[in-house]
């Protein structure tokens, strides 16, 4: 059993379950986790845990949860919230560039009100799917107050784009957004879109912003096979998209390489990092992240939406790259419920067992998003973010976890009990 002292006289909370998933550490057969104070004080065999808290006085409360498992709250490593009010609005696409084409005419359209009532309903709805944090992916800002006025565990990555961008100035000199006194104060990094989309100089430029902080990177890559299209020739729908919104130079160079290549030369993976996608990505490209301890956020559901497949999970395994998931936005995925992402990569590759899936979810994610202290595994001294899903007996953890999780019975665990996640 783990667990620590403290001063006595609080009250103590016991969740007791069949099962207990801590994540960095082996599942717990009848086990149980102790609370005080919104942080976790012991995790271990249940007798172990109430024996050990017994010690330290003041009230002990218990719930035995029964059949199902309690586990770390989920980690949704990429979503982009500003984009909820076109949920449903744009079926299936056969390309990247068709799917772009419509969310851009149709993210236009939007009136402030709509999209500012979208990112409300987003937050809600993350922490109906069982999500403790989350990373936003912004070029507009607007989510950001709302974010930090709530309970949502939040890192924020402002999007810059700008392919005819090919000064060297400060960031905010382009884009006032960082200028602002909260992106000192709160969690907030630059973060690139896309190789198509963004100059090398503004690369550049932006990785320095982060790196100066020690701020986590990011950036959309290898989404698509038109993005490697563009990166060997110059040419395709992203050329033509460029130049129908006045953002093409004439003096464009391809660098005929793969994308994560072309960021490691200029020197974009230096510092932590986070890359999203990666559907389309070489042999090097994934040696490449390997090596730079890249994060990979992965978002089967939302790339199936927009032509471009599913993720070669096992060769990015089989390289070394360490892997988190997002849902990416409701404009491409039905809702934010990572067990249903997990399910999907699990049918392409079940030989990688769901136990690594569920560490992608919760302490990689909590890792790529600078919170694994608090985040992402029970552990005495995190936060007690703490969820219970039921697994009926006789059925086995595994399956049963997941099927219960695509089936949004999951709840989270409170002082006084457990609170049903409805819609999730």
């Known amino acids: 059993m783990a667990g620590q002292t403290r001063a006595g006289g609080e009250s103590i909370t016991i969740h007791q379950a069949r099962w207990v998933i801590p994540i960095s550490s082996p599942v717990l057969t009848d086990g149980a986790v102790a609370v005080a104070d919104g942080r976790i004080l012991a995790v271990g065999p249940a007798a172990a845990v109430r024996d050990q808290c017994q010690t330290h006085g003041g009230q002990m409360i218990c719930h035995d949860h029964g059949d199902g498992a309690i586990l770390p709250a989920l980690v ?3 979503v982009h919230l500003e984009f909820t009010a076109l949920a449903g609005t744009i079926p299936p696409q056969e390309t990247l560039p068709a799917w772009l084409a419509k969310a851009m005419a149709g993210y236009a359209s939007l009136p402030p009100a709509a999209i500012d009532q979208g990112i409300r309903h987003s937050i809600a709805a993350l922490r109906r799917s069982g999500t403790i944090l989350v990373g936003e992916v912004s070029n507009s800002g607007r989510s950001l107050d709302m974010l930090a006025a709530g309970d949502l565990a939040f890192h924020y990555f402002y999007e810059c784009l ?8 400060q960031l905010a000199a382009d884009f006032p957004f960082f200028a602002r006194p909260a992106v000192a104060e709160l969690p907030v990094s630059a973060a690139a879109h896309a190789p198509y989309s963004v100059a090398a100089a503004l690369f550049r430029r932006i990785a320095v912003w982060n790196q100066t902080r020690q701020r986590p990177g990011c950036v959309h890559l290898g989404e698509s096979p038109e993005e490697l299209v563009f990166l060997q020739q110059g040419t395709g729908p992203f050329r033509d998209l460029l130049q129908d919104r006045g953002r093409w130079y004439e003096g464009y160079t391809p660098p005929a390489c793969s994308p994560a290549v072309y960021l490691e030369q ?3 993976w230096q510092g932590p990092s986070l890359a999203v996608h990666g559907v389309c990505l070489t042999e090097a490209d994934r040696a490449i992240l390997a090596r730079r301890g890249v994060f990979l956020a992965l978002c089967p559901r939302s790339n199936r939406h927009t032509g471009v497949g599913v993720p070669d999970v096992a060769a990015l395994r089989r ?3 360490r892997l988190t998931l997002g849902t990416d936005s409701l404009a491409s995925t039905a809702d934010f419920n990572l067990f249903k992402d997990i399910q999907l990569l699990y049918e392409y ?11 992608m979810a919760t302490w990689r994610g909590a890792e790529a998003l600078g919170r694994h202290h608090e985040f992402g595994s ?4 995190k936060r007690a973010a703490l969820l219970f899903l039921p697994v009926p007996a006789p059925r086995d953890l595994w399956p049963g976890l997941l099927d219960a999780g695509v089936h949004g019975q999951i709840y989270w665990l409170t002082p006084s009990g457990k609170e049903m996640l409805h819609g999730a």
Do not use: K, M, S, W
């Open 349 to 359: 590759c079940p030989e990688i067992p769901l136990a690594d899936y569920l560490t």
């Open 319 to 321: 390289a070394g790259v």
């Open 162 to 169: 700008g392919f005819n961008l090919l000064n060297n100035g």
């Open 378 to 381: 029970l552990r005495p001294g």
């Open 266 to 268: 200029l020197g974009f």
């Open 76 to 78: 949704n490593t990429h």
